[in-house]
């Protein structure tokens, strides 16, 4: 079993930043590809970025690319989701996501773990 903890969420303006973290335990974090998803009410849970177990390969949706960085340290067990220039549209709840394979994957149906989720709004 992982056990996955998200923080950092809030409220903030258009522009700003904000950093996500993610704290893993139960398992060898360096065996995890982590992922971070994100969630609006209606709508299908949404790939935002992936990073490979030795944080050697990163992959993001084309709509964070270039605003969002995921980072991963394994000596924390931790991984981070700084986002910046931050837009309405980012408005969600934010999950992050352990893999036992090594795939960096962009569909949630191939996570194994997923945290509770941290709400991120942006205002206008």
């Known amino acids: 079993q992982v056990q996955l903890v998200e923080s950092g969420g809030g409220l903030v303006q258009a522009g700003d930043s904000l950093r996500l973290s993610c704290a893993a335990s139960?398992?060898?974090?360096?065996?995890?590809?982590m992922g971070w998803f994100r969630q609006v009410p209606g709508k299908e849970r949404e790939f935002v970025a992936g990073?490979?177990?030795?944080?050697?390969?990163?992959n993001y949706a084309d709509s964070v690319k270039g605003r969002f960085t995921i980072s991963r340290d394994n000596a924390k067990n931790m991984v981070y989701l700084q986002m910046n220039s931050l837009k309405p549209e980012d408005t969600a709840v934010y999950y992050c996501?352990?893999?036992?394979?090594?795939?960096?994957?962009?569909?949630?149906?191939?996570?194994?773990?997923w945290g509770q989720g941290t709400q991120v709004t942006v205002s206008s």
């Open positions: 996501a352990a893999d036992l394979v090594e795939r960096v994957a962009t569909s949630s149906n191939t996570y194994d773990y």
């Open positions: 139960g398992r060898t974090f360096s065996s995890l590809a």
């Open positions: 990073i490979s177990r030795s944080g050697g390969f990163r």
